[in-house]
C-alpha cells in the first residue's frame, strides 16, 4: 500500500527557512514524479513544485526562487527546501504524485509563517 508521510513544518518567523521531509513507501518510489502541494485555510490546494523520476524540477511562480524541491531515491524521500518564507506561505503542505492521486493524501505538515 503505497503511502506518504510528511514532516518538518513548524512555526517560523517572515525571512526564515523550513526544510519539509516526504517519506514513502509502498510504490517503486524511483519511477514516480512527484509534488508537494498545499493549502491555505479557505483556499483550494494548489501545486508549489514537482520533480521528475530524472530530477527535473519545476515550480510555481509564487515560489520561484525561494523553494527548492529534490528528491534522494535510495531514502525514498523528497524534499522541499523553503526559504524567505513569507506570512502568505502559511499552509498544509503536502507531498504526492505528479500528478496527484486522490487516494494518496496524508496528514500534511503545517507551516505558519508569523512574527
Known sequence: QVQYVESGG?????GGSLRLSCAAS????????????RQAPGKQRELVATITRGGSTNSADSVKGRFTISRDNAKRTV??????????????????????????????TQVTVSS
Open 10 to 14: 513548524g512555526l517560523v518567523q517572515p
Open 79 to 108: 524534499y522541499l527546501q523553503m526559504n524567505s518564507l513569507k506570512p502568505e506561505d502559511t499552509a498544509v503542505y503536502y507531498c504526492n504524485r505528479d500528478p496527484p492521486s486522490r487516494w494518496l493524501w496524508g496528514q500534511g
Open 26 to 37: 509502498g510504490s517503486i518510489f524511483s519511477l514516480d514524479a512527484m509534488g508537494w502541494y
